[in-house]
């Protein structure tokens, strides 16, 4: 079954800081694409950072990280330098051909001042 | 960048009537769109994808006849939900997909909420 586990139902960092959100995934496709989307109280959906399977190079965009382990299936968001803007939804998701995509449960990002 | 918009963002309805959603890409032709639901503190649920100018593939336990989709242009997708009841409450969210194989990539729509009395 085509799965994606966040662990973290809420998590909360302090302003500043850096904090890591987890996600696993379980597919038998070899190419895929991986993604973060944040959804903010307004409900908007934002891509955060995207990744595509083949690219063993973890993909970063500015405080955004990832960590892309393929052979563990676990793709994670680390925030740096964390703002209270950044406080949100964050659904982890994928897909093998955009036809179809699957999303996490989510995790709550509380960033306190 | 892409912006996807809906309308309306928020609609209130009686049992029984008819609600359309508009989902339009605003700068960009959409090959895809998709339709989701959400309902509180929790993920998206896909409902259906649809095509222009082809019949939506709905995901499994999606009422067809109920969640009516249609796409008519590149730019414009509508879901009715008919004869709604309270139980179709909820936050609904379309996205537009645009580029081709590893550039693809999905732009949401800011959602419409329903509330059905």
């Known amino acids: 079954a085509q799965t994606v586990t966040q662990s973290q139902p809420e998590m909360s960092v302090q302003e500043a800081e850096t904090v890591t959100l987890s996600c696993t995934y379980d597919?038998?496709?070899?190419?895929?694409?991986l993604f973060w989307y944040k959804q903010p109280p307004s409900r908007q959906m934002i891509l955060v950072i995207r990744q595509e399977a083949y690219k063993q190079q973890n993909a970063t965009e500015n405080r955004f990280s990832v960590n892309f382990q393929k052979a563990a299936k676990s793709f994670s968001l680390k925030i740096s330098d964390s703002q209270l803007g950044d406080a949100a939804m964050y659904f982890c998701?994928?897909?093998?051909?955009?036809?179809?995509?699957?999303f996490g449960s989510g995790t709550k990002l509380n960033v306190k001042p | 960048g892409a912006v996807v918009s809906q309308h309306p963002s928020r609609v209130i309805c009686k049992s029984g009537t008819s609600v359309k959603i508009e989902c339009r890409s605003l700068d960009f032709q959409a090959t895809t769109m998709f339709w989701y639901r959400q309902f509180p503190k929790q993920s998206l649920m896909l409902m259906a994808t649809?095509?222009?100018?082809?019949?939506?593939?709905?995901e499994q336990g999606v009422e067809k006849d109920k969640f009516l989709i249609n796409h008519a242009s590149l730019t414009l997708s509508t879901l009715t939900v008919t004869s709604a009841h309270p139980e179709d409450s909820s936050f609904y969210i379309c996205?537009?997909?645009?580029?081709?194989?590893?550039?693809?990539?999905?732009?949401f729509g800011p959602g419409t909420r329903l509330l059905v009395l």
């Open positions: 597919t038998s496709e070899s190419d895929y694409y």
């Open positions: 649809s095509n222009e100018g082809s019949k939506a593939t709905y």
């Open positions: 998701a994928w897909t093998y051909n955009f036809n179809k995509f699957y």
């Open positions: 996205s537009a997909q645009t580029g081709q194989g590893a550039r693809e990539t999905q732009y």
